[in-house]
């Protein structure tokens, strides 16, 4: 398709503070609990961001800082952000924090940074974002902590201590517990969540395996096509599978080339409404199949001023030109939100759905991607919920997640908005496409949206 | 004091022995009621059976109010258009419910029928058809609501005896859906009020209106109302006077209004002011210690809000006392004083007000009548006399502050368990439960609730009106 020039350049930004992705670096994702059991998120963010500097050598000494995303923080290093630049090598006098919005914290780090460069506070900042589910903490019942910190200050007599036992009981509060991705005012599931959307969108068990299906074949097929090399820095593990030492992962794990209908269709669904031992009708549709796998990875994102980016001689792939971020109910549909955040993002740049080249969503489930899909391209919604009188569009599938999406290559929270952007940033660099628009739906009811420019573009 | 029988029925083993034994008790149904401030989706998933007669207008009001609730609209007859419409856009699709053959465990949680173009008693069938399928099926603390048309001239002879005809349907609806904690309500919509329908039928659905049933309730279009009124925290910015904030009713009222975002003044005699203070302190409201009944109070309480505020918004007159004596035992200062509190300190507050440019559009007066004003009691003549004339006052008012845009109306309360009740003796405070359709007393947040709901922006559309907050405590024959 022909390159358009939108010329929507945030209002008020100088075109030289515009802030570019000149490339990125991930691990290879894998499932949580295998290959990266013993690398906890700051070792393997650690690794995302050495690997960018190898890829792109830079002066050290031009980073000005790391904006990174976590979503499961170890609580004692919370600002995981400044141990992964000080592990990683970077000059002590680079700062950096840590930003976290649920799945959405890796875009929201690089949108931390893109207007902190659009503002002139900084040139060149390392953007991204790392999770690891195998290392979330278990944490010990506040109870055994409220009853037990007293002992542990102060001098204490055997009375205390049979004291401090006494209120412990019943022993079975003190089991700790197993960390949960439940909503906290709810206290649904996000699979939950996923099946009541799907339910209430009418999102046939069939369309989602369909989806994730398609997402597999693409992501296999952009794997075998040899572009995702370039993003992706392999990753050394002390453990294997087979418990020998040292060994490197080179390349994703969770996608399956070989999956198909049948495989899929087979599978039992995974949440309650749809597991009848939880209390479900059996009619569930979510199964592990059409679902985002935990996972554990990091990825990283090189931003910089469009007049640092030329100052250094690097041809940057793309520009970050506009976001938006939204919050809708988590009592009602709680993944929605892209629905309303990506309209939000064509709005403010005045434009429309068909005028955008690449489309690519964060596929936590298929049941919600279909789901804001069907509200994109539904009047209804867009006169209810957004003010306008046409639906936003449908969104034209040969244009969406082009090289798969969440469902095949895993989701280890805080990585994929900059895993995304960086494959995104890459396509329009390659094609010659103008615009992609970015769509992520997190815990809490939060929906994001970005739009990256091509950057060869005015 | 605690209702022993109310207490039993939450129990499902007690429950389930009383029936076992055949036991010739009804054990009244535990209420829901609204928990923290109004919810933006009040009937989150619940579902909803809508029926219409053929024209109704009021379809896409309806499909609306639903869908900004969060219900589930499952459609019996009439349009379906907007339901789909709506359905769509909040993921909440309409379905299709076929009366005669209802889906085996299908337990709704409310059944709207919309008479509103009812023209012919013969029309009345269908609304049988309806509730013959639903009642039994409706879910505990279940609502059945009927949309109906007020009695305007421009209705033909038959179409007005057959609007009357759902008065008579709603009231006995009433009485036999109770004891499941159901209730049942006519809401009168005016032609030209549809775009008010909204708040109305939220709140008569909503948990807030526990206490509420067999009540017509008109919306008329006759007092100037917001285009899109607020569904959650519709107080915010709001300044609410409530006078007898000590305790009772007052307090749950004054609560009630600052958890929907309004600053209170808090008025009580000095001789409560330490109450009234406490109450005022935890909702972050102010205090106003006078008697209202003093020559002075008035403007007492027109210059506090003048200079604190600069105007009021919302007007509760709950102050109220009883001095019960059959009227030939009765003092004259036992006469004199109930008149003072409950009847003459709301007129000359509201026309030193009124005087003083503090009530402003938008405006909300409510007063406390009684369901005992309505009814009469041995030993309330004086009682009664203030209630009955509090009723006929909000009427009038209403006319008179219509072109200002502000609404006058009166809650009545029924049995509501509070420390005045607790005082009666034990077997009238008894029957007096058991004689309302839900089985119980209300409590004082029952009609704080109605009060609140009555002071907020969407209820423009009602105006001169009493409703009662009885659980349905009305004998007919």
């Given at each position: 398709?022909?390159?358009?020039?939108?010329?929507?350049?945030?209002?008020?930004?100088?075109?030289?503070?515009?802030?570019?992705?000149?490339?990125?670096?991930?691990?290879?994702?894998?499932?949580?609990?295998?290959?990266?059991?013993?690398?906890?998120?700051?070792?393997?963010?650690?690794?995302?961001?050495?690997?960018?500097?190898?890829?792109?050598?830079?002066?050290?000494?031009?980073?000005?800082?790391?904006?990174?995303?976590?979503?499961?923080?170890?609580?004692?290093?919370?600002?995981?952000?400044?141990?992964?630049?000080?592990?990683?090598?970077?000059?002590?006098?680079?700062?950096?924090?840590?930003?976290?919005?649920?799945?959405?914290?890796?875009?929201?780090?690089?949108?931390?940074?893109?207007?902190?460069?659009?503002?002139?506070?900084?040139?060149?900042?390392?953007?991204?974002?790392?999770?690891?589910?195998?290392?979330?903490?278990?944490?010990?019942?506040?109870?055994?902590?409220?009853?037990?910190?007293?002992?542990?200050?102060?001098?204490?007599?055997?009375?205390?201590?049979?004291?401090?036992?006494?209120?412990?009981?019943?022993?079975?509060?003190?089991?700790?517990?197993?960390?949960?991705?439940?909503?906290?005012?709810?206290?649904?599931?996000?699979?939950?969540?996923?099946?009541?959307?799907?339910?209430?969108?009418?999102?046939?068990?069939?369309?989602?395996?369909?989806?994730?299906?398609?997402?597999?074949?693409?992501?296999?097929?952009?794997?075998?096509?040899?572009?995702?090399?370039?993003?992706?820095?392999?990753?050394?593990?002390?453990?294997?599978?087979?418990?020998?030492?040292?060994?490197?992962?080179?390349?994703?794990?969770?996608?399956?080339?070989?999956?198909?209908?049948?495989?899929?269709?087979?599978?039992?669904?995974?949440?309650?409404?749809?597991?009848?031992?939880?209390?479900?009708?059996?009619?569930?549709?979510?199964?592990?199949?059409?679902?985002?796998?935990?996972?554990?990875?990091?990825?990283?994102?090189?931003?910089?001023?469009?007049?640092?980016?030329?100052?250094?001689?690097?041809?940057?792939?793309?520009?970050?030109?506009?976001?938006?971020?939204?919050?809708?109910d988590?009592?009602?549909?709680?993944?929605?939100?892209?629905?309303?955040?990506?309209?939000?993002?064509?709005?403010?740049?005045?434009?429309?759905?068909?005028?955008?080249?690449?489309?690519?969503?964060?596929?936590?489930?298929?049941?919600?991607?279909?789901?804001?899909?069907?509200?994109?391209?539904?009047?209804?919604?867009?006169?209810?919920?957004?003010?306008?009188?046409?639906?936003?569009?449908?969104?034209?599938?040969?244009?969406?997640?082009?090289?798969?999406?969440?469902?095949?290559?895993?989701?280890?929270?805080?990585?994929?908005?900059?895993?995304?952007?960086?494959?995104?940033?890459?396509?329009?660099?390659?094609?010659?496409?103008?615009?992609?628009?970015?769509?992520?739906?997190?815990?809490?009811?939060?929906?994001?949206?970005?739009?990256?420019?091509?950057?060869?573009?005015? | 004091?605690?209702?022993?029988?109310?207490?039993?029925?939450?129990?499902?083993?007690?429950?389930?022995?009383?029936?076992?034994?055949?036991?010739?008790?009804?054990?009244?149904?535990?209420?829901?009621r609204g928990d923290g401030p109004w919810e933006e989706r009040p009937l989150g998933?619940?579902?909803?059976?809508?029926?219409?007669?053929?024209?109704?207008?009021?379809?896409?009001?309806?499909?609306k109010t639903?869908?900004a609730a969060g219900?589930?609209?499952?459609?019996?007859?009439?349009?379906?258009?907007?339901?789909?419409?709506?359905?769509?856009?909040?993921?909440?699709?309409?379905?299709?419910?076929?009366?005669?053959?209802?889906?085996?465990?299908?337990?709704?949680?409310?059944?709207?029928?919309?008479?509103?173009?009812?023209?012919?008693?013969?029309?009345?069938?269908?609304?049988?058809?309806?509730?013959?399928?639903?009642?039994?099926?409706?879910?505990?603390?279940?609502?059945?609501?009927?949309?109906?048309?007020?009695?305007?001239?421009?209705?033909?002879?038959?179409?007005?005896?057959?609007?009357?005809?759902?008065?008579?349907?709603?009231?006995?609806?009433?009485?036999?859906?109770?004891?499941?904690?159901?209730?049942?309500?006519?809401l009168?919509?005016?032609?030209?009020a549809?775009s008010r329908l909204e708040p109305v039928l939220r709140f008569v659905l909503s948990a807030r209106s526990a206490f509420i049933?067999?009540?017509?309730i008109?919306i008329e279009a006759s007092v100037s109302a917001p285009a899109e009124p607020p569904l959650v925290r519709p107080l915010e910015h709001k300044v609410a006077l409530v006078t007898g904030a000590a305790r009772g009713i007052g307090e749950a009222t004054a609560r009630t209004l600052a958890r929907e975002g309004a600053h209170v003044v808090c008025v009580d005699?000095?001789?409560?002011?330490?109450?009234a203070g406490q109450v005022a302190r935890a909702i972050g409201g102010s205090l106003l210690?006078?008697?209202i009944?003093?020559?002075?109070?008035?403007?007492?309480i027109a210059?506090h809000l003048s200079e604190r505020h600069g105007r009021v918004d919302v007007v509760v007159h709950n102050a109220g006392?009883?001095?019960?004596?059959?009227?030939?035992?009765?003092?004259?200062?036992?006469?004199?004083?109930?008149?003072?509190?409950?009847?003459?300190?709301p007129?000359?507050i509201d026309?030193?007000l009124e005087?003083g440019g503090l009530l402003r559009p938008g405006g909300r007066i409510v007063c406390l009548a009684?369901?005992?004003?309505?009814?009469?009691?041995?030993?309330?003549?004086?009682?009664?006399?203030?209630?009955?004339?509090i009723?006929?006052?909000v009427?009038?008012r209403a006319?008179?502050l219509r072109?200002h845009g502000i609404t006058v109306n009166a809650v009545a309360p029924?049995?509501i368990?509070?420390?005045?009740?607790?005082?009666?003796?034990?077997?009238?405070?008894?029957?007096?439960?058991?004689?309302?359709?839900?089985?119980?007393?209300g409590q004082p947040v029952d009609v704080a609730e109605a009060i609140t709901f009555l002071a907020s922006p969407g209820a423009a559309g009602i105006t001169g009106a009493v409703l009662?907050v009885?659980?349905?405590?009305?004998?007919?024959?």
């Amino acid at each position: 398709m022909a390159a358009k020039s939108t010329s929507t350049r945030r209002a008020g930004v100088p075109k030289g503070r515009r802030a570019v992705v000149v490339g990125g670096a991930r691990t290879p994702f894998v499932k949580a609990f295998a290959e990266y059991l013993k690398l906890d998120t700051i070792a393997l963010g650690t690794a995302a961001v050495r690997g960018l500097l190898d890829r792109y050598p830079i002066p050290r000494r031009d980073v000005d800082s790391v904006v990174w995303g976590g979503v499961i923080l170890p609580s004692v290093w919370p600002n995981i952000g400044r141990e992964i630049a000080l592990d990683a090598g970077l000059d002590p006098t680079v700062e950096a924090m840590t930003v976290t919005r649920a799945c959405a914290s890796g875009l929201q780090a690089i949108t931390v940074a893109a207007a902190a460069i659009e503002r002139g506070d900084a040139d060149v900042i390392i953007a991204g974002g790392s999770d690891s589910t195998s290392n979330a903490e278990v944490k010990l019942p506040q109870k055994l902590v409220h009853v037990a910190a007293p002992l542990m200050f102060g001098k204490r007599t055997p009375a205390d201590v049979l004291g401090a036992l006494g209120k412990l009981m019943p022993l079975s509060e003190l089991l700790p517990r197993v960390p949960k991705i439940a909503e906290r005012t709810t206290g649904q599931v996000m699979g939950e969540a996923a099946e009541d959307m799907a339910r209430r969108n009418e999102i046939s068990r069939a369309a989602q395996d369909e989806f994730a299906l398609r997402s597999h074949q693409r992501a296999a097929a952009a794997i075998a096509s040899g572009r995702l090399a370039r993003e992706i820095t392999p990753m050394a593990t002390s453990v294997t599978a087979g418990g020998a030492g040292e060994n490197w992962v080179h390349s994703d794990t969770i996608v399956r080339a070989d999956s198909n209908l049948e495989k899929l269709s087979r599978l039992k669904s995974a949440f309650s409404g749809g597991r009848k031992d939880h209390g479900g009708n059996g009619a569930g549709t979510v199964t592990a199949g059409n679902s985002s796998p935990l996972t554990d990875g990091a990825a990283a994102v090189l931003l910089m001023s469009e007049e640092k980016a030329h100052a250094l001689g690097l041809k940057p792939l793309a520009r970050v030109s506009q976001w938006a971020y939204v919050g809708v109910d988590p009592s009602d549909q709680l993944l929605i939100g892209p629905a309303l955040a990506m309209p939000r993002v064509l709005a403010r740049m005045g434009l429309e759905l068909g005028d955008i080249d690449l489309i690519d969503m964060h596929e936590a489930f298929a049941a919600q991607v279909l789901s804001v899909l069907k509200a994109l391209g539904s009047a209804a919604f867009a006169r209810a919920r957004l003010g306008r009188e046409r639906a936003v569009g449908e969104v034209d599938p040969d244009r969406l997640n082009v090289h798969g999406g969440s469902l095949a290559f895993g989701h280890p929270f805080a990585a994929t908005g900059a895993r995304m952007v960086t494959t995104m940033a890459h396509e329009l660099h390659d094609t010659g496409k103008a615009t992609a628009l970015l769509g992520i739906c997190a815990a809490g009811g939060l929906g994001a949206a970005a739009l990256l420019e091509n950057a060869n573009l005015p | 004091m605690s209702d022993f029988l109310v207490e039993l029925g939450k129990r499902p083993a007690a429950r389930r022995l009383v029936e076992r034994l055949g036991l010739p008790l009804s054990l009244p149904q535990t209420l829901r009621r609204g928990d923290g401030p109004w919810e933006e989706r009040p009937l989150g998933n619940w579902k909803v059976v809508v029926a219409a007669s053929p024209g109704s207008k009021l379809s896409a009001a309806l499909a609306k109010t639903l869908a900004a609730a969060g219900a589930s609209p499952h459609i019996a007859s009439g349009e379906d258009a907007p339901f789909h419409e709506l359905g769509e856009a909040y993921g909440r699709p309409a379905l299709a419910v076929d009366l005669a053959a209802l889906p085996v465990g299908f337990r709704p949680e409310a059944a709207i029928f919309d008479a509103s173009a009812l023209d012919d008693p013969a029309g009345l069938r269908a609304l049988y058809d309806f509730f013959h399928a639903l009642s039994p099926v409706l879910a505990r603390c279940g609502r059945a609501v009927v949309l109906g048309c007020p009695q305007v001239a421009t209705l033909s002879a038959p179409a007005a005896a057959a609007q009357a005809a759902l008065e008579g349907v709603v009231r006995s609806l009433a009485k036999e859906l109770g004891r499941r904690g159901s209730t049942a309500q006519l809401l009168l919509v005016n032609p030209a009020a549809a775009s008010r329908l909204e708040p109305v039928l939220r709140f008569v659905l909503s948990a807030r209106s526990a206490f509420i049933t067999g009540q017509p309730i008109a919306i008329e279009a006759s007092v100037s109302a917001p285009a899109e009124p607020p569904l959650v925290r519709p107080l915010e910015h709001k300044v609410a006077l409530v006078t007898g904030a000590a305790r009772g009713i007052g307090e749950a009222t004054a609560r009630t209004l600052a958890r929907e975002g309004a600053h209170v003044v808090c008025v009580d005699r000095p001789s409560d002011e330490g109450a009234a203070g406490q109450v005022a302190r935890a909702i972050g409201g102010s205090l106003l210690a006078v008697d209202i009944t003093a020559a002075e109070a008035p403007e007492a309480i027109a210059r506090h809000l003048s200079e604190r505020h600069g105007r009021v918004d919302v007007v509760v007159h709950n102050a109220g006392i009883t001095r019960d004596k059959t009227i030939a035992r009765m003092s004259a200062e036992m006469w004199d004083d109930t008149l003072a509190v409950n009847l003459m300190a709301p007129v000359r507050i509201d026309q030193v007000l009124e005087k003083g440019g503090l009530l402003r559009p938008g405006g909300r007066i409510v007063c406390l009548a009684s369901v005992g004003g309505i009814a009469g009691n041995a030993g309330q003549t004086n009682y009664a006399a203030s209630k009955a004339g509090i009723a006929a006052y909000v009427r009038r008012r209403a006319e008179e502050l219509r072109v200002h845009g502000i609404t006058v109306n009166a809650v009545a309360p029924g049995l509501i368990e509070t420390r005045m009740t607790a005082a009666m003796p034990r077997m009238i405070l008894e029957a007096g439960r058991r004689l309302s359709a839900l089985g119980q007393g209300g409590q004082p947040v029952d009609v704080a609730e109605a009060i609140t709901f009555l002071a907020s922006p969407g209820a423009a559309g009602i105006t001169g009106a009493v409703l009662r907050v009885c659980g349905g405590a009305f004998v007919g024959a």
